[in-house]
């Protein structure tokens, strides 16, 4: 499986972004989908994730109400909209698929992204 990932960048605080990630083969349709986020010397995080039918959604504590998850039933691209962005939520952005129809964890993904850089500036 092959993710080609867009939409980093760099803005202020309290702007917005869009991450998109397309995953080629079968295996991603039939499984979570999610986005993890490193910062320097950190472990990545996962921060949204969907199940293969665009159920299931999981975000961290530290995006609910700012970031939403998107994935259309069985299909492969998977976008997550980053809204009232903080200094905190910069990072590499890594697209995942997982190896569950539900979830995603850092320890059960079958294909990493390349990463995508968010940078936010105050």
């Known amino acids: 499986v092959q993710l080609q990932e867009s939409g980093g960048g760099s803005v202020q605080a309290g702007d917005s972004l869009r991450l998109s990630c397309t995953a080629s083969?079968?295996?991603?349709?039939?499984?979570?989908m999610g986005w993890f986020r490193q910062h320097p010397g950190q472990e990545r995080e996962l921060v949204a994730s969907?199940?293969?039918?665009?159920?299931?959604?999981y975000y961290a504590d530290s995006v609910k109400g700012r970031f939403t998850i998107a994935r259309e039933y069985g299909k492969t691209t998977v976008t997550l909209q980053m809204n009232s962005l903080t200094v905190e939520d910069s990072g590499v952005y890594y697209c995942a698929v997982g190896m569950s129809p539900v979830g995603i964890t850092r320890a059960r993904v079958t294909s990493w992204g390349q990463g995508t850089q968010v940078t936010v500036s105050s």
């Open positions: 083969g079968r295996t991603a349709s039939n499984n979570a």
């Open positions: 969907v199940g293969w039918n665009g159920g299931n959604k």
